[in-house]
Nanobody, 127 residues
Framework: QVQLVESGGGLVQAGGSLTLSCKAS????????MGWFRQAPGKEREFVAT?????????TYADSVKGRFTISRDNVKNTVYLQMNSLKPEDTAVYSC???????????????????WGQGTQVTVSS
């Protein structure tokens, strides 16, 4: 399995920006669709964004973040990123990256299609 470690979370004012990073290790990173999910207190984990394996030239976003967040990957650095702009208080959550199972469908928005998860990083947006 792929081991994943997120970083880059923190406290930011509404309207601000953050970039999250997710470093992969343990196995070759390129063949996996990668995703970002988030979980706010008292809520279920929800899909944020996903990027296709290898080329990374296909992405899909949740409607709530479309136009504000950008997912990208660097296969040389074994890292997937989530650039978050125009942050809102409702974006406050623990953000986790995940690696999808081999052969997963596209877009990989269903959390049950992901086999490996990071521990998460807290993002707090103040109003």
């Amino acid at each position: 399995q792929v081991q994943l470690v997120e970083s880059g979370g923190g406290l930011v004012q509404a309207g601000g920006s953050l970039t999250l990073s997710c470093k992969a290790s343990g196995r070759t990173f390129s063949p996996y669709n990668m995703g970002w999910f988030r979980q706010a207190p008292g809520k279920e984990r929800e899909f944020v964004a996903t990027i296709i394996s290898w080329t990374g030239d296909r992405t899909t976003y949740a409607d709530s973040v479309k136009g504000r967040f950008t997912i990208s990957r660097d296969n040389v650095k074994n890292t997937v990123y989530l650039q978050m702009n125009s942050l809102k208080p409702e974006d406050t959550a623990v953000y986790s990256c995940a690696a999808a199972r081999a052969g997963s469908s596209w877009p990989t928005a269903d959390r049950y299609e992901y086999a490996s998860w990071g521990q998460g990083t807290q993002v707090t947006v103040s109003s």
